[in-house]
């Protein structure tokens, strides 16, 4: 089993940044390919970004591209999302994703954390 509990959300103003970072504990986090998807009010769960085990290559949905940037610190077991010229559209609950692979993270993740909360406001 992996844990993953993330921290970060809150409430940010069109045009602003937020990091948000997600700690993983349980099994190796090394071995696993992480990521992350957002589900907005009413809408469904959607893919947002990935990462490789070990090269460190990256993924991103065409909605964030340029803006999101995802990278990992396997010294600190932790993933991190830096988020940068927010739209109000990005407002959603923010999951952080483990998987055995980057294909497996951004199609149906092996494990979820709880979610936290990014509202932008205009």
């Known amino acids: 089993q992996v844990q993953l509990v993330e921290s970060g959300g809150g409430l940010v103003q069109a045009g602003g940044s937020l990091r948000l970072s997600c700690a993983a504990s349980?099994?190796?986090?090394?071995?696993?390919?992480m990521g992350w998807f957002r589900q907005a009010p009413g809408k469904e769960r959607e893919f947002v970004a990935a990462?490789?085990?070990?090269?460190?290559?990256?993924y991103y949905a065409d909605s964030v591209k340029g803006r999101f940037t995802i990278s990992r610190d396997n010294a600190k077991n932790t993933v991190f999302l830096q988020m940068n010229s927010l739209k109000p559209e990005d407002t959603a609950v923010y999951y952080c994703?483990?998987?055995?692979?980057?294909?497996?993270?951004?199609?149906?993740?092996?494990?979820w954390g709880q979610g936290t909360q990014v509202t932008v406001s205009s």
């Open positions: 994703v483990a998987g055995t692979s980057v294909y497996r993270v951004g199609v149906t993740p092996d494990y």
């Open positions: 349980g099994r190796t986090f090394s071995n696993y390919a």
């Open positions: 990462i490789t085990l070990s090269d460190d290559r990256t």
